[in-house]
C-alpha cells in the first residue's frame, strides 16, 4: 500500500477514534449536566411540598390533573396521594423504598431515579416527607427537553465528526502529498542517474527539513560513490598504462639480446666479435634484471601484501653506504659524491629498501650531472624526521615534469629511448619506499641550479607496508 494511502487512512483512523472518545465523555457529561439540571427543578417542587405538609399537614396538599407527578406513599408501599397520572400506582417498589429510608438514616440523601422509554421518560426524587407517620413523597418530572438536547447533540456529533473525518482524511491525503513530492521528486532523478549519471545532484528543498537533509546526504553519498568510481578507473587505467608501460620497456633490451645473440650465433664469428656480443647481452641482461627487480618492487606495493622489514637502523650508515656505491660510478666521469651528514641518527626503517631508494636518487643525479660536477647527500634531523636529500650540478628538471616526476614510467624528456639510461620507474619507486614508511618524497629545483630530491622519514615509523621478519 502506498505511503500517501496509509497516512491518510492513519489520519482518518486517528481522526475518528479521538472523536469518538471526546463525543462519548461530552455525551456523558451532557446527559449528567441534564439530570442535575432536571433533579435541581425537582429538589424546588419536593420543598414546596415539604412547606405546605408542615403548615396543614397531609390534607394541605393539592395536586390537580395539570401538576406534574406527584405521589405520596406510606413505608409499606401503600399509596395516600397522588396525581392522576400516575393512577394510583406506586412509583416506587420495596427495594426503593428500602433505599430511600437508608439514605434519610446513612445521610446520603434522596433517591433520584429515571424510568420510561426512550420518547416518554420521567426522572424522579423520592425522600421522607414524615418520619412520625411514615410518609414518602415521590415528585417527578418529563424529561423530553433534556432527551432532546442530548438527541441534537448525539446526531451533531454523528454528522459533524463524520465531516471531520473526511476533512481529516481529504486533509492528510493533500498535506502527505505535499510532503512527499520532493521525494517523488528525487526518486524519478535517482531513476535518471542511476541510467544516466550527468554528473548532476540531486534537488534540495528549500525547506530545511528531514528531506533536505535526506536531499543533502544522498548528494554526498553520490560523491563519495562518483569519486570511489572515477579512482577505480583511475587505478585501471594506471594499470593498463603500467602493464603496457612494462611491456614496452621489456620489449627493447629482450629485442637487443636477442639480437646479439643471434648475431653472436652465425658462423664466420671471430672471438673478439663474440666476446663483444656476449658482454652487450649482459649489459641488456642486466638492464632486464633491473627493470624486473624494479617492477616486482612496485608490483608488491600496489598489492595487499606488506613490503618492508623494519627494524632500528642508522639512517645515516645506510645513506654513507650508497655513496660509496655511487662514487665507484661518478669517478669514471669525476663526478665527487659529497655526504652532510651526523656522526648518526638511528631510526625505525627498511635498510634495504632506504638503500634502494637512495640507489636510484644517486643514479640519477650522477647519470645528469656534468663532469667535474660534486653531488651532495646530506641527512638531517627535523623534529620527529629524518630528511635525507640527494643535490646535484645537472641542468634540473624540466617545469612542466615537476608535478609528474613520481608517476611511473615518466621521463623527463618524455621519450622511450634508452639513451639516458633509465625507464621512468627509479623515482617512482623512491615515493612508493618513502610513502610505505610513512614519509614522502619531493622533487624541486635548486636555485642556484640542479635538480634536489628529498626523502622524509619518520624517526618513529608510522608505516603502511609493514612485513613482520619471520
Do not use: C, K
Amino acid at each position: 500500500m502506498p505511503l500517501r494511502v496509509r497516512l491518510a487512512l492513519g489520519v482518518v483512523l486517528g481522526t475518528a477514534a479521538l472523536i469518538a472518545v471526546v463525543g462519548l465523555a461530552f455525551v456523558l457529561q451532557l446527559r449528567t449536566s441534564l439530570e442535575a439540571t432536571l433533579d435541581v427543578a425537582l429538589t424546588g417542587r419536593a420543598t414546596t411540598f415539604e412547606q405546605q405538609f408542615a403548615a396543614g399537614g397531609l390534607p394541605a396538599l393539592r395536586v390537580d390533573r395539570s401538576d406534574a407527578p406527584v405521589q405520596v406513599l406510606t413505608t409499606d408501599g401503600r399509596v395516600v396521594l397522588s396525581t392522576p397520572d400516575l393512577a394510583g400506582r406506586p412509583v416506587l417498589d420495596a427495594a426503593a423504598l428500602g433505599r430511600v429510608l437508608a439514605g434519610r438514616v446513612d445521610g446520603t440523601g434522596p433517591y433520584a431515579f429515571t424510568t420510561g422509554e426512550d420518547d416518554d421518560r420521567t426522572r424522579y426524587r423520592a425522600s421522607v416527607l414524615s418520619d412520625e407517620q411514615g410518609l414518602v413523597l415521590v415528585v417527578g418530572a418529563d424529561t423530553g427537553i433534556a432527551d432532546t438536547a442530548d438527541e441534537h447533540v448525539d446526531a451533531g456529533l454523528v454528522v459533524g465528526g463524520s465531516v471531520a473525518v473526511v476533512v481529516a482524511g481529504l486533509g492528510a491525503w493533500w498535506l502527505s502529498g505535499a510532503a512527499l513530492r520532493p521525494v517523488e521528486r528525487m526518486r524519478r532523478q535517482s531513476a535518471d542517474l542511476a541510467s544516466h549519471d550527468d554528473g548532476t545532484h540531486l534537488a534540495v528543498p528549500a525547506t530545511r527539513d528531514e528531506i533536505a537533509a535526506l536531499a543533502v546526504t544522498l548528494n554526498a553519498l553520490l560523491d563519495q560513490q562518483r569519486h570511489a568510481l572515477a579512482q577505480e578507473r583511475q587505478a585501471l587505467e594506471r594499470e593498463r598504462g603500467f602493464v603496457a608501460d612494462a611491456g614496452h620497456e621489456l620489449r627493447t633490451p629482450l629485442a637487443t639480446l636477442r639480437a646479439e645473440l643471434e648475431l653472436a650465433g652465425r658462423p664466420g664469428r671471430d672471438r673478439t666479435e663474440l666476446v663483444e656480443a656476449v658482454a652487450s647481452a649482459a649489459v641488456e641482461t642486466d638492464r632486464l634484471i633491473r627493470l624486473a627487480e624494479d617492477l616486482l618492487t612496485l608490483a608488491r606495493a600496489d598489492g595487499d601484501t606488506p613490503f618492508l622489514r623494519l627494524r632500528p637502523a642508522d639512517v645515516v650508515s645506510v645513506a654513507r653506504d650508497a655513496a660509496r656505491a655511487a662514487a665507484a660510478v661518478g669517478d669514471r666521469r669525476d663526478v665527487d659524491i659529497v655526504v652532510e651528514a651526523p656522526p648518526a641518527l638511528e631510526a625505525a626503517l627498511d635498510p634495504d629498501r632506504l638503500r634502494q631508494a637512495l640507489d636510484n636518487v644517486l643514479a640519477n643525479a650522477v647519470r645528469h650531472s656534468p663532469d667535474h660536477a660534486v653531488v651532495t647527500l646530506s641527512v638531517v634531523p627535523r623534529g620527529d624526521l629524518a630528511v635525507v636529500s640527494v643535490a646535484d650540478d645537472g641542468p634540473g628538471f624540466p617545469a612542466e615534469f615537476l608535478p609528474h616526476a613520481f608517476e611511473r614510467f615518466r621521463r623527463a624528456d618524455g621519450a622511450r629511448t634508452r639513451s639516458d639510461g633509465g625507464s621512468g620507474l627509479g623515482l617512482s619507486i623512491v615515493d612508493t619506499i618513502a610513502r610505505a614508511h610513512g614519509g614522502a618524497a619531493r622533487a624541486t629545483n635548486r636555485p642556484a641550479g640542479g635538480a634536489l630530491v628529498v626523502i622524509e622519514l619518520p624517526v618513529t615509523a608510522s608505516p603502511v607496508g609493514v612485513l613482520t621478519p619471520h
